[in-house]
């Protein structure tokens, strides 16, 4: 019966064809039918062969499977030593070949991969070692095996071995561990390590499995990347710098013109066309130093309930001048109902300026910009759109990243970066945001729409600011004393403050800035910060030293703009730091508060 069950058949047993074999049938090797005459019991029954020991024997079934056995076949003889039959015991060994082939399999991709696969027992003891392993760490498997895992581990990373035991005797798995190996030769490699724990029968933990990946290329590449990200946040750091130093002193004049020109209608809108430029220029340094921080995550927002008119107030006032030199017509259309979001009004109103001002710009003389805000599903819906020269289907999915622009063949000057929606892109994430853009095609138009998730915080209550007692501030007489290498930056600066009522002296250098402090006793030094011998923070802690009552007001007014710098400058003991071309505005609101 047995046998009937591993045949899956019975044999038909006064068939001639089945008196040697009950089988359906049996297979050869290389997967051809042995005929009945041929299988093992008819070779002993003919006196071919003696007998058959454990012969491994592949049986065909009616139903198309297959399985292995393994056979003994001894025969049966009278007194003459006649053969008048045979005993046949066989037992099914299919799953057990199942396992080998599978286990030869895995041999042979466990020598053939690139990887390390090492195992070791709970001693940390090597097991076993692949042509991988060998590569890689230069020991070959007669070395390796029967030595100590740790052999494989520089001096100050032995006590990591301790806790990778421990985590395998608690059945865990480590994955993706990046840490340092020593080859045979001594020389280092950096790797990724995955370890598992190995059961036996039982399931019970008796090892470690563990796979070695070199990842030597791959983190030098990333130090590579890591520097180059340096080196360009340097460079762009300098570039601004050295953009801003010069501009300086150009501001500085044009200040100067407003406030001398008198009735000239001619002057004043040059001066008025100049200002422009340069404020252009600087929002382009802005810009530039803007993304970087935001892709380096050194940007920080402060988030206090908004109400979105806010927003929309102040991006329309600072969008205005160059959407009325194009002699646009901007409509805006406001939610009835107040909306307030959580985030930072200088941020939000940058967003929606540099949209407004892409429309502006992107849109031919005498266009049409709509800006419409609207509530939606919990959102804050702000859409612009115009009707300027629209945006390829083939740019539209590409339109938000780094350095892209319209396409410059389209007859277009291009006076920006590319950074701009970038920028807009960024810092609506920020605030948990998106922004979808939709264009129907070249000369079509386009529409930005930024959603933001609605607040329920309440607004905070704006104190009113005491506007008569700063404006008696800035009227008052101060002794400012201006110290900057670049001559004319500081004759300008120097021009305008006198202009506006104080007393100035202006030094080029470190040595004779702290002359000037100690004749002229100054109650503000205006300090720029990269100066040749003597730098500004050297000449702050001379000051501060000469000046130990803290009565004069230290200001850094310098081209560097990053936190870093600001974080120096608040160390070296300055009050206030101010980043050139320095606003008008913000320089007299900063003279009438004093010191921090």
Known sequence: RRAAELWGREPKLGDTDERFCGSFR????????????????????????????????????????????????????????????AISCFYDITERKRTEDANARFAAIVQSSDDAIISKDLNGVI???????????GYSPAEAIGQSIVMLMPPERVDEEPGILNRIRRGERIDHYETVRRRKDGTLVEISLCVSPMTDAYGKIVGASKIARDITDRKRAERALLEADRQKNEFLATLAHELRNPLAPIRNSLNVLSLTLGDNPAAAQVQQMMDRQVKHMVRLVDDLLEISRITTG??????????????????????????????????????????????????????VTNLLNNAAKYT????????????????????????????????????????????????RPQDGLGIGLALVKRLVELHGGSVEAKSDGEGCGSEF??????????????????????????????????????????????????????????????????????????????????????????????????????????????GWGQEEDRRRTREAGFDHHLVKPVNLDELQMLLADGPR
């Open 449 to 558: 729409t930024i959603r933001l998730p609605l607040s329920q915080k309440q607004l905070p209550v704006q104190p009113q600011s005491p506007k008569t007692d700063r404006i008696q501030k800035l009227n008052s007489r101060q002794r400012i004393l201006i110290v900057d290498d670049n001559r004319d930056s500081a004759l300008s600066l120097g021009m305008l403050l006198r202009i506006l009522g104080s007393d100035v002296e202006t030094a080029q250098d470190g040595r004779s800035a702290l002359r000037a402090f100690e004749t002229f006793r100054p109650s503000v030094v205006l300090l720029d910060i990269g100066m040749p011998d003597m730098n500004g923070f050297e000449v702050a802690r001379h000051m501060r030293d000469l000046s130990p009552s803290q009565d004069v007001t230290l200001v850094a007014l310098t």
């Open 127 to 137: 097991m076993s070692w692949n042509e991988g392993a060998t590569r890689l760490f």
């Open 364 to 411: 031919e003389p005498g266009g049409q910009i709509w800006l419409n805000v609207s509530r939606r599903a919990g959102q804050v819906l702000i859409s612009i759109r115009d009707t300027g020269i629209g945006i390829s289907s083939e740019l539209l999915p590409h339109v938000m990243e780094m350095f892209t622009q319209a396409d410059r063949n389209m007859r």
């Open 26 to 85: 049996m297979i050869r090797p290389d997967g051809s039918v042995l005929a009945h005459a041929e299988c093992p019991m008819a070779k002993v029954l003919t006196g071919k062969i003696p007998e058959v020991r454990n012969a491994e024997v592949r049986i065909g079934r009616p139903d198309g499977s297959q399985i292995q056995v393994v056979v003994n076949i001894r025969p049966l003889k009278n007194q003459r030593g006649d053969i008048t039959g």
């Open 298 to 351: 050194k940007i920080d927002l402060r988030r206090e309930p908004v109400e979105i008119a806010s927003v929309i107030r102040s991006a329309v006032e600072t969008s205005s001048p160059m959407i009325d030199a194009a002699h646009h017509q901007l409509a805006i259309a406001l939610s009835p109902e107040p909306l307030t979001v959580d985030g930072d009004l200088v941020r939000l109103a940058q967003v």
